[in-house]
């Protein structure tokens, strides 16, 4: 059963963003304001607005902006009430212009006003009265930018998928954001610590960095853009070319699915690593891919058929493998699809590939295929039960299949029920779960 998506709940996130401003309001009249008219805090300010006019749209509501840099430094040096003027005033410029939704900007405010004014005022507690050149006032700096980092992501990810019904974890979860984490921390540091030496002249570096961060952060992602486009054409062909074969022969899809399913569950019962079940899984998608090619004679049921016929078959392998290596996104999964078809006996095709010498995720990829193919109700031959077909992988384990996998086989399916062994049901979107791949395509 598909797991049901959740409704957004924008009347509850809008409250929220609104209660977040009303308490910002709140802290900022208590806090003391004596580096207001410093004139390191304006020149933030205006750093921190250019920033946030050169933010770039990362994934969904999360935008990646060298502002973070501006109040990192306000929070080392300036204190609560400046570090949280910058950060409210950076997003509010940037609406004004923009006239996004007044919910939104509430709740731009709430995520990157929070987090940095409870930095803030951590840092003036833990190391408020430590000089900028003493390793405590360092290491406390790097701790607290990396809270507030965390935070702001938390609280940014958490009100936006509390509003749309839908987090973001796979797009841009915390491990993949964990280099651009790091770095954003290393660079408050080393500003920090150059202000401390040069003073305001330090200024000029953050112009840089400013314009180098937002240069390179809209470069990244333009190519991930470009990546996940790509991969969306690649995948999009390739599941067209299932569907056409799917409508030519009604079994196809199921097939491809079922055997996906299998071959992904029986390399993990192998102990093969989370990379190589992934492989496996989508070679078992794929496996059949280059039978498109094949007349509409061969792919019918009850057809007596030709050598000329046979031939044809045999290539099957060969003409999915090319098409792979034409989209040129799959590495090695081409070279299963094209080996999943030869036998340890060296009496396989097309290249007549004897035992190692065949990947061994082919090799578990052809004990799912035959598994499928005798167990299925819509197979071209009489459907087995899922003991019958066990008995008749072991019978040719050591000459077709390999023996290790037949085994591993049997094992995975004892104790499962009918609707397992027998894979009526497997469904090939759920199996190909689309935008899944997409993001990954997409991942850094």
């Known amino acids: 059963m598909d ?3 959740p409704l957004g709940r924008p009347r509850a996130a809008t409250l929220l963003g609104a209660s977040g401003c009303v308490a910002l309001a709140v802290a900022f009249a208590l806090v003391g304001h004596h580096n207001l008219d410093r004139a390191l805090t304006w020149v933030l300010v205006a750093l921190a607005v250019a920033a946030n006019f050169q933010a770039v749209q990362a994934s969904g509501a999360i935008r990646v902006s060298a502002a973070f840099l501006c109040s990192s430094l306000a929070v080392a040096f300036l204190g609560a009430a400046p570090a949280l003027l910058i950060v409210v005033l950076a997003e509010v410029s940037v609406w004004a212009v923009e006239r996004y939704r007044p919910s939104a900007l509430a709740m731009n405010v709430t995520a990157a006003g929070i987090p940095v004014l409870l930095a803030a005022l951590a840092f003036e507690a833990i190391a408020g009265d430590r000089e900028a050149d003493e390793p405590a006032f360092l290491f ?9 980092l965390l935070l702001n992501y938390a609280m940014v990810t958490g009100l936006f998928g509390l509003r749309d019904g839908t987090f973001r974890e796979a797009d841009l979860s915390p491990r993949r954001l964990a280099p651009a984490i790091v770095l954003n921390v290393a660079m408050a540091v080393s500003i920090a610590v150059l202000y401390d030496q040069v003073g305001l002249a330090a200024g000029a570096l953050v112009i840089l960095v400013v314009i180098a961060f937002s240069y390179m952060a809209a470069l990244v992602h333009q190519a991930r853009e470009r990546t996940r486009q790509y991969a969306n054409l690649s995948w999009g ?3 067209g070319l299932i569907r056409t074969l799917d409508a030519r022969d009604k079994r196809a899809a199921r097939h491809c699915a079922a055997t996906a399913k299998f071959a992904r569950d029986l390399a993990r019962h192998a102990g093969l690593s ?7 899984h989508t070679a078992g998608l794929l496996h059949d891919i280059g039978r498109f090619a094949l007349s509409d004679r061969v792919l019918e049921r009850g057809v007596q058929l030709t050598e000329d016929d046979w031939q044809a078959i045999r290539r099957h392998p060969e003409i999915g493998a090319d098409l792979l290596r ?3 996104v799959y590495g090695p999964i081409s070279e299963i699809i094209l080996a999943h078809h030869e036998r340890l006996d060296g009496k396989g095709y097309p290249r007549r590939l ?3 010498e065949i990947p061994e995720i082919a090799r578990i990829v052809a004990v799912a295929e035959v598994y499928d193919t005798l167990t299925a109700p819509d197979t071209y031959r009489t459907q087995l039960s899922s003991f019958e077909a066990l008995t008749e992988l072991r019978r040719v384990a050591g000459t077709q299949l390999d023996g290790r996998y037949v085994e591993a086989l049997a094992e995975l399916l004892a104790g499962q029920g009918t609707a397992y062994r027998h894979a009526d049901d497997a469904d090939y979107d759920v199996e190909l779960a689309i935008e899944r791949r997409m993001n ?4 850094p």
């Not at 990954?440 to 991942?443: D, I, K, L, R, W």
């Open 3 to 5: 797991a049901e998506v």
């Open 140 to 148: 406390a700096l790097a701790a607290i930018t990396l809270g507030n």
């Open 237 to 239: 062909v390739l599941s």
């Open 274 to 280: 989370e990379r190589d079940q992934e492989l496996a």
């Open 326 to 328: 034409d989209l040129g």
């Open 354 to 356: 004897r035992g190692d």
């Open 440 to 443: 990954e395509a997409a991942a």
